[in-house]
């Protein structure tokens, strides 16, 4: 046999193949939509796919609503207090044990208060300063005072 014969079945070789390709790919289709439409009708198959659409609407409205609240919350969270610092120390040399301190109540941003408090055998006196952005907010600070807001500072 010559390569002209040969030629016209190498060709239908060929399309036999990509007819059984394409057969098999069709099959496979036919077979997914018939599992998803099984004992839908024509008239039914149109009030699922609006109730799925009607779902779907739902859905972006809730997950907006989600992200306007997470956004929101993050916003709020930032004047919380977050940041902590506590210095305990000794201002005078006639009492005993650190019963004075100094405690800073921050939020992120380093805003909030320095709260001391000085104890001394016959009073015990306490001092509340506004604190922004981790610096002095009209009251000059003590050394403790400072050291309170560094390590509220730190913390996070």
């Known amino acids: 046999m010559n390569d002209l014969t040969l030629l016209p079945l190498a060709i239908s070789g060929i399309l036999l193949i990509w007819v059984s390709i394409l057969t098999f790919f069709y099959l496979k289709a ?5 599992k998803l439409t ?10 699922v796919l609006e109730e799925h659409f009607s779902r779907v609407e739902d859905l972006e ?3 907006n609503m989600i992200k306007k609240d997470i956004e ?6 930032l004047t ?3 940041r902590v610092g506590l210095i305990r120390f000794n201002p005078f040399d006639d009492t005993g044990g650190n019963q004075s301190f100094a405690l800073a109540l921050l939020n992120d941003q380093g805003n909030g208060v320095v709260i001391s408090s000085l104890h001394s055998r016959e009073t015990t006196r306490i001092y509340g300063k506004p604190v922004k952005n981790f610096s002095e907010s009209g009251f000059e600070f ?3 005072e400072k050291q309170a807001i560094e390590s509220a500072k730190r913390e996070i």
């Open 61 to 63: 409205q809730a997950t």
């Open 142 to 144: 003590s050394a403790e």
């Open 38 to 47: 099984a004992g839908i009708t024509k008239e039914n198959l149109m009030k």
């Open 72 to 77: 929101g919350i993050k916003r709020e969270d």
């Open 30 to 34: 036919v077979r997914h939509y018939q």
């Open 80 to 82: 919380h207090i977050q």
